[in-house]
C-alpha cells in the first residue's frame, strides 16, 4: 500500500470542492442539461432534478468521498480495502474513465476548433449544417484538435494535485460561473422578429424553462421524465467513474466533508441551472420552440452557430467566442479529473510515479481517442443501441459512451450502494462524514437512500439502457 504520509492532497477544503464541483460541471451540463429541461416540461424537469439532486446526488457524492478519504486509495484498492470480495468493482470502476476519457478529449477537441473559427472571425462559416459534419469527417482536423486538447490535459495532471489541479480549478471555476451568468443576462434581453413577423424574447424563452409544464402530463409521462433527471443527474456529478473516490482520498481529516458535499452540490446544481438559462432563451428567441428538439453535438455545434450568426456579426463573435471558452473550462476541468483517476490508480497499484503512469494513461486514452475520430472516417459504421440518443446510428464514440455511461456506471453504483448498505453497513460512511464531530444533518435520509431508494432507481437506469424496460 502507497504510504500515505506521502500522497498528495488538496491543500485546503476550498481547493478540494472546486476541483470536485469542475469535475462535477462539464459538457453534459452544458449540452444536455438544457435540451433534457426543454424537453421534459422546463420547471417540472428542474423540480425533479433539484429533488433528486438532495437525496439521490446527495448519496452518491457522499458515499464516494467517503471511501476515498476512509481508504486513502484510488478507486482500484480503496474498494478491495473495505471489503476483499469486492476488489472487482474497483477494476470496473477504473475501466469507466479510461473508456469515457479519450472520446471526451475528442469532443473537447471539436470545442477548442470552434473556438479557434469564433477567435478567427470566421463564425460564419459554422452556420452551414454540414460545417460540423465536414470537419468530423475530415481525416487530419479532428485529430489535431484531439491531440492539443489532451495535451493540455495531460499537462495539468503530470504537475499533480495542488500545483496542477487544485490550482487550475482555482482560477477557471470562478471565471466559469461568472461568464456563464454574463451570458445568462445576455440571452434575457434578446429579441427577435421572423420572416413572418412573429416577435419572440428572451424573457419568453425563459419562461418556456422556468414554468412547469403539467399537459398532457401521464404517469408514463411523468416517469420518463423522472429517469432523464435522474440520468442526467447521475452523469453529472462525476460519481462511478472513480474520480470522487479518487479526490476524497486527497481530503485531510480537518475537512468538514459533509459541508463540502453541500458545497458541491449547490455549485453544481447553480451551474446546471444557469446553463439552461444561457442557451434556452437564445435558442428559442431566434428558432423558436422547434429549435429547443436539438439536442447533444447538434445542439452546440450546429444550432448555436445559427443562434451567434442572427445576433448580428460582432455581437455574435463576441458571444461566440466567450461561450466556447465557458465550454472549454467546463470541459477541461472534467477531463482533468477522468485522468487523474486512472493516474491515481496506476500509482496506487503499481507503485509508480506520477510521471510514468500519466504517461502509460496517456498513450492509451491517444490510442483510443485516435480510433474515435477515424470512426468517423476510415473506420465509420452504423451500429444500434437501445435507448440511446444515437440510436440507429452509433458510431464508435457512441459506443464507448454507451458501455461507460449506460451500462458500467449504474453497475458500479448499484454494487457501491449494496457494499454500502449491506456489506459494511452505513455507519462507515456516516463516521467518515463526522470525523472531528462534524454534523451529518441527514444521516437517516442517507441510510433509506443507499440501503433501498437509490439502487432500485439505479437499476430502472440500468434495465432501460438495456432495452429491458421501456419508459
Known sequence: MQDKQKRSSFTGSLGFVLAAAGSAVGLGNIWRFPYLAAKDGGGFFLLCYLVLA???????????????????????????????????????ACIVPMLILPYYCVIGGWVLKYLAVYLTGSGAAA????????????????????????????????????????????????????????????????????????TRTGLQGL?????????????????????????????????????????????????????????????????????????????????????LSTSGPDLMFKALPKVFSAMGATTGSIVGVVFFITVFFAALTSSISILEAVVSSMMDKFRWSRNKAVIVASLIALAAGLLVCLGYNLLYFEAVLPNTPAGKNAQILDIMDYASNYVLM????????????????????????????????????????????????????????LGIVRL
Not at 437525496?55 to 471489503?83: D, H, V, W
Not at 414554468?211 to 462525476?238: H, R, W
Not at 458535499?261 to 446544481?269: A, T, W
Request: glycine share 8%; aromatic share 10%.
Open 54 to 92: 438532495l437525496t439521490f446526488g446527495f448519496t452518491l457524492l457522499t458515499t464516494e468521498i467517503a471511501i476515498g478519504r476512509k481508504t486513502g486509495q484510488s478507486p482500484l484498492l480503496a474498494y478491495k480495502a473495505l471489503s476483499p470480495k469486492m476488489g472487482w468493482l474497483g477494476v470496473v
Open 127 to 198: 452556420v452551414d449544417s454540414s460545417y460540423f459534419t465536414a470537419f468530423i469527417t475530415d481525416l487530419q482536423s479532428p485529430v489535431i484538435w484531439f491531440l492539443i486538447y489532451l495535451g493540455a490535459t495531460v499537462f495539468v495532471v503530470y504537475k499533480g494535485v495542488d500545483k496542477g489541479i487544485e490550482r487550475l480549478s482555482s482560477v477557471l471555476m470562478p471565471l466559469l460561473l461568472l461568464m456563464i451568468i454574463a451570458i445568462s443576462i445576455f440571452s434575457l434581453t434578446l429579441r427577435h422578429t421572423d420572416a413572418e413577423g412573429v
Open 207 to 291: 419562461q418556456i424553462y422556468l414554468i412547469p409544464s403539467l399537459e398532457g402530463m401521464t404517469l408514463n409521462k411523468f416517469m420518463v421524465i423522472l429517469t432523464d433527471a435522474m440520468g442526467q443527474l447521475f452523469y453529472s456529478i462525476s460519481v462511478a467513474m472513480g474520480i470522487m473516490i479518487t479526490y476524497g482520498s486527497y481530503v485531510k481529516k480537518e475537512t468538514n466533508l459533509a459541508k463540502s458535499v453541500n458545497q458541491i452540490e449547490i455549485f453544481d446544481s447553480l451551474v446546471a441551472f444557469l446553463a439552461g438559462m444561457m442557451i434556452i432563451p437564445a435558442v428559442y428567441t431566434f428558432m423558436g420552440s422547434e429549435g
Open 410 to 465: 449504474p453497475v458500479v453504483s448499484i454494487a457501491t450502494c449494496i457494499l454500502i448498505g449491506w456489506i459494511v453497513k452505513p455507519k462507515l460512511v456516516i463516521d467518515e462524514a463526522t470525523v472531528g464531530g462534524a454534523k451529518f444533518g441527514r444521516r437517516t435520509l442517507y441510510i433509506i437512500m443507499v440501503k433501498y431508494v437509490t439502487p432500485v432507481l439505479l437499476a430502472l437506469l440500468l434495465l432501460q439502457a
